[in-house]
Nanobody, 121 residues
Framework: QVQLVESGGGSVQAGGSLRLSCAAS????MGWFRQAPGKEREGVAT??????TSYADSVKGRFTISRDNAKTVYLQMNSLKPEDTAMYYC????????????????????WGQGTQVTVSS
C-alpha cells in the first residue's frame, strides 16, 4: 500500500518559516495542497521528476518546493502569514505533471495524512 508520510508542521508567528517533508517513492508528479477550516482544498506547489516546479500565486516568492533523490519532497515556507494556516497534504501521481491539471486535487492518486501549520499574527 502506498504511503506518503508528511512531517514538519507546527505553530509559528507571522514572518516565520517552516519546512515540510514528504517521504515517498519517485512519483512523476508530486504536490503540496492545503485546506483551511471551512474552505476547499487548494494546490500550493508541484514538482516534476525533472525538477520543474509550479506555484499558486498566493505563495510565489515565499514557498519553495524541492525533491531529494526523487524520494523526499520538501516545502520550504518563508514569510508565513496567518492566511497560510491550514492542514497541508502531500500528494503524488504517476502521470507527468505536464499531462495533468497539476493544481486539481482530483488528478492525484496518493495522499498523505496531513500536517497542521498554524501561523499566528
Amino acid at each position: 500500500q502506498v504511503q506518503l508520510v508528511e512531517s514538519g508542521g507546527g505553530s509559528v508567528q507571522a514572518g516565520g518559516s517552516l519546512r515540510l517533508s514528504c517521504a515517498a517513492s519517485g512519483y512523476a508528479c508530486m504536490g503540496w495542497f492545503r485546506q483551511a477550516p471551512g474552505k476547499e482544498r487548494e494546490g500550493v506547489a508541484t514538482i516534476a521528476r525533472d525538477g520543474s516546479t509550479s506555484y499558486a500565486d498566493s505563495v510565489k516568492g515565499r514557498f519553495t518546493i524541492s525533491r531529494d533523490n526523487a524520494k523526499t519532497v520538501y516545502l520550504q515556507m518563508n514569510s508565513l502569514k496567518p492566511e497560510d494556516t491550514a492542514m497541508y497534504y502531500c500528494a503524488a501521481v504517476e502521470q507527468l505533471c505536464a499531462a495533468i491539471s497539476r493544481f486539481d486535487e482530483k488528478e492525484y492518486s496518493y495522499w498523505g495524512q496531513g500536517t497542521q501549520v498554524t501561523v499566528s499574527s
